[in-house]
């Protein structure tokens, strides 16, 4: 045979072709296979994946409930928070059924702000390879619903010209700056904190030549209801709001020390009588190692109470039923490394012209020693008085102040007027002390989502 005829010669050329056509679709249909593998591979992982985020939100979710049950004397009470900036504690509570989630300790990372992780699982028996799911986020938290306002009014505050409103830290030995810290002109604006936030959950009116240095928080309702919330001059040029204005947020619990509707102090049998109506020539010193009570108390023009509140960890309580007034020139000097708490239920409670309050000078401006306590549905008025620092804290009293040189703390109540020439210094150690038994999240971060 010749070579012509070898490449004339068509048998088997069909076999040839059909192996050839039945590889290529061979190829075709194992490529489509591992590529629908592949992607029900992805497909099942991203599942899984959103599966163990899901399960980490709800660790996250689950925190912020047992936490607050804790804070609020409704649980099991095993739990506290940490108390220093950098110290840990483990978070005590198992997962519930049903759930497949891992909480981290819980660090205390500033002045209440927490942090912790949440870590959440997820997986299916008898699922293809690579079908676990983990999901890892971390949070930060922090307790509100205290004194985190420098001034709070439950349905209105109004400010007045030239009110000034600073921040400060007690704790920082720089804060307020002196020497002249009630000039609010030649003051160091650039020292304040910037969290002398104003709140209600009713309206907020701020007049001209103020200036604040935090937010106006305001509670929402509807939009329609909001429109209002927040009023200002609009032809104000002299109005100064550093932080933001008509931030909206839920209703804040107007009396979170739940003192509304107390009236006597009966129940406090261990407290003895104090002279109710104070004019005499010399100081009346009252002693750490009893509490004391009487009706009314009066301190006539320019006569001194002194309060020894004993040793550093002492609480020293006086408990008034009726109207409490410090007349001009009047006061009320506090010695001692204790606290302070002054409990009042009815009539007014007024600070007249140039009383003062007086702290130790090592702690002049620390807010967090006193606290004004009072249930009373009258008025709390500071008439062109001298300093004060401390707490008034009155949820259901309508609250003035006039004229004042210097206010350093902050002020709770149900209605609160400022007027003309005031100053108050907002102290964020009360954050600290009275930080309330609800949790919010300040940041949340996906760390790792696989």
């Excluded at 005829?5 to 068509?10: A, S």
């Excluded at 935090?214 to 509670?219: E, K, L, Q, R």
Aim: glycine letters at 8%; one cysteine or more; a negative charge.
């Amino acid at each position: 045979m010749g070579i012509l005829n070898l490449f004339k010669n068509e048998k088997g050329f069909v076999f040839v072709v059909s192996m050839m056509l039945l590889g290529i679709l061979i190829i075709l249909a194992t490529t489509g296979y591992y590529m629908t593998r592949s992607e029900q591979y992805t497909s099942r992982n991203f599942l899984v994946s959103k599966m163990a985020f899901y399960d980490a939100e709800a660790g996250i979710q689950y925190v912020r409930e047992m936490v607050e049950t804790d804070l609020k004397g409704c649980g099991p009470g095993v739990f506290s928070l940490p108390s220093n900036i950098d110290d840990i504690v483990s978070f005590p509570y198992s997962t519930p059924s049903g759930n497949n989630f891992k909480i981290s300790n819980i660090r205390k990372t500033g002045p209440n702000e927490y942090e912790f992780k949440s870590t959440g699982f997820s997986h299916k028996e008898n699922s293809l390879p690579f079908s676990r799911g983990k999901a890892e986020i971390t949070v930060t938290m922090k307790r509100t619903g205290g004194m985190n306002y420098a001034v709070f009014g439950n349905t209105e505050v109004k400010i007045k010209s030239a009110m000034d409103i600073f921040s400060y830290n007690s704790a920082d030995s720089l804060a307020p700056p002196l020497p002249n810290p009630y000039d609010a002109i030649t003051f160091d604006k650039s020292l304040s904190t910037g969290r002398a936030d104003i709140a209600s959950n009713g309206t907020i009116t701020v007049k001209q030549n103020s200036y604040i240095d935090g937010d106006i928080h305001v509670y929402y309702v509807s939009a329609d209801n909001n429109a209002d919330a927040f009023t200002s001059d609009p032809k104000n040029k002299t109005l100064h709001i550093q932080g933001n204005t008509n931030l909206e947020h839920d209703r804040i619990n107007p009396d979170p020390f739940n003192i509304s509707g107390i009236t006597d102090f009966s129940s406090n049998s261990d407290a003895i009588m104090v002279t109710s109506h104070y004019n005499a020539s010399n100081e009346l010193t009252l002693n750490a190692s009893q509490n004391y009570f009487n009706s009314d108390l009066v301190v006539e023009n320019n006569q001194k109470i002194i309060i020894d509140t004993g040793s550093s960890g002492n609480n020293f309580h006086t408990y008034f039923e009726g109207i409490v007034e410090f007349k001009a020139g009047s006061t009320l000097e506090i010695i001692g490394d204790g606290h302070l708490t002054i409990h009042h239920t009815k009539g007014d409670f007024r600070i007249k012209n140039g009383c003062n309050f007086i702290q130790p000078p090592s702690v002049e401006f620390d807010s967090t020693r006193l606290i004004i306590l009072s249930s009373s549905t009258d008025k709390i008025e500071l008439m062109h008085s001298g300093t004060f620092t401390g707490l008034i804290y009155s949820p259901d009293a309508s609250l003035q102040i006039h004229y004042s040189k210097g206010l350093y703390g902050a002020i709770w109540s149900n209605t609160a007027f400022l007027q003309v020439d005031d100053v108050i210094f907002y102290d964020t150690g009360l954050a600290e002390k009275y930080p309330g038994n609800e949790i919010v999240f300040t940041s949340w971060f996906n760390h790792r989502l696989e």
